[in-house]
């Protein structure tokens, strides 16, 4: 049986590794001064963040065109028996319930939508691991399964330097962010339910690097092995710091940086930071 994988570009897996492993990716847009751009296609995280110096407007997201989902699972369709299509959040994005709508209007492949209850690099696990999966051969619920038991030890958290930009984007309620600035904190935030929560507040970012530091560490210290990744918001050399750093205390836990790219940086804005592991 012939499996396509397909993510979308939250995801944000580099190009050359979703070529080499034969991942297909569908992107979201960012509106920025009133231009459309494809993340990830007609605009890419560097260029994002030059924009966003320039424009005296605040950027918005959008999901995929249903036409666009329909035409990718059409297309994947003359050579594949089933999809496995893996999204971020339903409870931050329509996306996912895009691909399970395109799945129904499309004939001749199985779709199987899933969602990764979550975004970024912690997706690109997900698609990774199901593209090395497919190419071993394994069914889609082998898959499937695979992906549920990750998602199980799967851990994220994040912070942002400023709330305001969740706030605006309706992707965190008003009175957590209110409360959040008014402290003046850096709160931890995680997902709980498909949904952005404060996960403990925490007055400056060294801190909440630490204690993002000690959480890891619970899980490092059960001795299963797990790949890690941190995620930044154009911070690229505090990111290459702390991943020394957190090498040097966890030298069991495989460790990768990543990026928040357009679409998820318009709701986090610059700065942000975080650090997503699972069982490798
Ligand atoms: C859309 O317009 O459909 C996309 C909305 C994206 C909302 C993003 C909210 C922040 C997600 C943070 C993910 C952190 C993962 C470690």
């Known amino acids: 049986m012939k499996i396509a994988i397909v993510t979308d570009s939250t995801a944000y897996i580099p190009k050359d ?3 080499k492993l034969n991942i297909h ?13 494809e993340e990830e296609i007609d605009l890419n995280a560097e ?4 924009e966003l110096k320039r424009k005296d407007r605040f950027p918005t997201s959008s999901q995929p065109p249903s036409g666009k989902f329909v035409a990718l699972f059409e297309s994947l369709a003359k050579d ?3 999809i496995i299509s893996i999204h971020l959040s339903s409870g931050i994005s329509g996306t996912y319930q895009g691909a399970i709508t395109a799945g129904t209007m499309v004939e001749g492949v199985k779709v199987y939508a899933y969602d990764s209850e979550i975004s970024c690099m912690a997706q690109g696990f997900y698609a ?5 999966m497919a190419a071993e051969g394994k069914s889609p619920e082998e898959i499937i399964a695979r992906l549920d038991e990750m998602k199980a030890s ?12 969740l706030q605006r984007g309706g992707r965190l309620t008003s009175a957590q962010a209110i409360i959040g600035s ?30 993002i530091a000690e959480l890891i560490g619970e899980d490092a ?11 930044h918001a154009n911070r690229e050399e505090d990111a290459k710091e702390w991943k020394a750093e957190l090498e040097q205390l966890y030298p069991n836990v495989d460790f990768s940086i990543s990026y928040f790219g357009p679409v998820i940086a318009t709701h986090l804005g610059e700065g942000a930071m975080g650090l997503t592991w699972t069982i490798k």
């Open 182 to 211: 008014l402290l003046k904190v850096k709160p931890l935030l995680h997902f709980v339910d498909k949904v952005i929560v404060p996960f403990e507040k925490i007055r400056t970012r060294k801190k909440a690097m630490n204690r």
């Open 17 to 19: 590794v979703r070529d």
């Open 80 to 82: 594949y028996d089933a």
């Open 25 to 37: 990716m569908i992107p979201l847009s960012v509106v920025i001064g009133g231009e459309t751009y």
């Open 221 to 231: 210290s059960k001795g299963i092995p797990l790949q890690a990744s941190i995620i």
């Open 128 to 132: 990774i691991e199901a593209a090395k």
């Open 154 to 165: 799967l851990r994220a958290y994040f912070m942002v330097d400023d709330l305001s930009n």
């Open 47 to 50: 260029q994002f963040y030059e």
